[in-house]
């Protein structure tokens, strides 16, 4: 063998024990039960000993290698599993979290239907404080007006173990949201002085249920004490106005409405009610003007442009009005109000079935709805189907007398606590004729002066007859009233058929007991 082979074998023998004798030590078996490591390696072949020695270097060097990598592949495994786990926990800890200060912020703001998509990611999430999660949907549903699913969603946190004081905090805001002022007004020092209470929701179902029973003055009263506390915040003022228009007092309300935009220049429902005021006093360019600044918010641009329309109509620009609603139809085609105000149009420009085609539908989806059905009458009248808009003109005048019944005995209620009977009057003329959501905060303010009292049962049992073809999630408030008109009319047979010696005090025995059960 050559010098050169020999020596270049020499230094391949050598790598080969350097690195066999690392890689044995970074393993830890330099020995085994006190026996030398063997060497292991393909059996030498004589004559190739270059080639085997490069083998061996070879797969020792491999082996190294390997050997070496091995602690920084888990290494690195680990870091990524930290990693994941990390942000596991951060959207277990911080999504909630995250939309459950959205849903409290939107709620103050009052953005409804913001509150809604945050409460829907909260429903579907399934790493959540359940009992908080009802608790924050049974106030929104309380904030739109929906008692039944209010109530729903707080006996679902109450089962989750959540304060029973919020919970009960919850329901006299509730009560006061919907006019129940006998169980709320007790109530609303205790609620003002409660750390805990939200001074500003407070004030705000109060002022509704206020409006709602036709005690102005008492509205007024909280709104200003709102503006005092919280005098940065555009509700108290947007309130105000609400409450100074019901009164006609429109200088006032336009005032009121404009302090709200002044706090807050994005506060575009006080700019759409300010129009409505300034159309009231007929200067509709100025309208137009505060019209315009809602148009860009996706909330409330369809109520802009169809507002403006109408302005434009009122000014006499038939064709600019008639093309903005043309286009606001064709993308909204379930906005009423725009349908309608573009149906008026077209009968009042002597394009009369052009209006009814437009106009029936209206009415189709809403029948009460007495503006559609005025120029629905006018059109046929065009046309000379006087007999058919005759009919038309007699409904119309049919619901405002009974809405002018309604609110007449409201007002007398207002000065005084008021019968039951009055209130299901009420409760039934709005059903009848008038808003679904009048009608039974009505027929839950004579629910609550007397719970025994069985036309009240029978009407909200018909109340739910009617609505649970809509939604069958009511099918468990239908069966309660069935219940409990079968329970009183019972109980009223067993009273007839027996003789008390003191019928007053039977009387008040079996209240009672009903109360306990």
């Not at 026996?35 to 004589?46: E, L, R, W």
């Not at 409290?104 to 790493?127: G, I, M, T």
């Not at 609505?467 to 067993?494: G, M, T, Y």
Request: net charge negative.
């Amino acid at each position: 063998m050559s010098e050169e082979n020999s020596e270049i074998e020499q230094n391949a023998q050598n790598t080969k024990d350097v690195l066999t004798a690392q890689s044995t030590q970074d393993l830890g078996i330099g020995q085994l039960d006190g026996q030398p490591a063997q060497k292991t390696g393909s059996v030498s072949v004589p004559g190739d000993q270059n080639e085997q020695s490069f083998k061996e270097t070879g797969q020792d060097n491999m082996d190294s290698e390997e050997s070496l990598n091995t602690p920084r592949t888990f290494g690195k495994l680990v870091t990524i599993a930290t990693v994941v786990a990390l942000l596991i926990i951060c959207v277990v800890v911080y999504y909630p979290e995250y939309h459950i200060e959205n849903v409290q912020s939107a709620l103050r703001e009052h953005n409804l239907e913001l509150a809604k998509k945050h409460v829907d990611k909260l429903q579907a999430f399934p790493f959540t404080n359940k009992a908080e999660v009802h608790f924050l949907t049974a106030r929104l549903e309380r904030r739109r007006g929906d008692y039944d699913q209010m109530n729903t969603f707080l006996e679902k946190a109450q089962v989750e173990g959540y304060d029973q004081i919020m919970i009960q905090r919850e329901r006299i805001l509730a009560a006061a949201q919907a006019a129940n002022l006998e169980m709320a007004q007790p109530k609303l020092p205790e609620l003002l002085n409660d750390p805990r209470g939200d001074e500003r929701e407070i004030c705000e179902a109060y002022i509704i249920g206020y409006l709602q029973f036709q005690q102005h003055d008492a509205a007024l009263q909280l709104a200003d004490a709102w503006q005092n506390d919280f005098p940065e915040d555009a509700r108290p003022h947007f309130l105000e106005g609400v409450i100074q228009k019901s009164l006609f007092n429109h200088k006032q309300a336009e005032e009121a409405y404009r302090k709200a935009l002044e706090i807050d220049p994005e506060y575009y429902q006080a700019a759409l009610d300010i129009a409505d005021v300034l159309l009231t006093l007929k200067d509709t360019e100025r309208a137009i003007e505060y019209l315009k600044m809602a148009e860009n918010h996706p909330e409330f641009r369809v109520d802009s442009y169809t507002a403006q329309a109408h302005c434009l109509r009122m000014l006499g620009r038939d064709e600019q009005a008639e093309a903005i609603l043309r286009i606001v139809t064709k993308e909204y085609p379930d906005h009423l109000s725009a349908a309608l105000e573009l149906g008026r149009i077209l009968v009042e420009t002597n394009r009369p079935q052009k209006g009814i085609d437009i106009l029936e539908p209206i009415i189709e989806r809403d029948p009460r709805n007495t503006d559609a059905r005025h120029m629905l009458a006018m059109g046929l009248r065009s046309l000379g189907e006087l007999n058919e808009a005759q009919e038309h003109f007699d409904y119309v005048e049919e619901v405002k007398e009974n809405l002018a019944d309604a609110n007449q005995i409201a007002q007398r209620i207002s000065s005084g606590k008021g019968s039951i009977d009055e209130r299901l009057v009420i409760a039934d003329k709005f059903w009848t004729y008038g808003s679904e959501q009048e009608a039974m905060i009505w027929m839950r303010s004579a629910y609550q002066l007397d719970p025994l009292h069985l036309p009240t049962l029978e009407f909200m049992k018909r109340y739910y007859e009617v609505k649970v073809k809509d939604d069958p999630n009511l099918q468990q408030q239908l069966e309660r009233f069935k219940n409990e008109v079968e329970k009183v009319k019972a109980r009223q047979s067993e009273q007839g058929s027996a003789k008390p010696t003191n019928p007053s005090n039977e009387s008040a025995k079996t209240i009672s007991d009903e109360a306990a059960s």
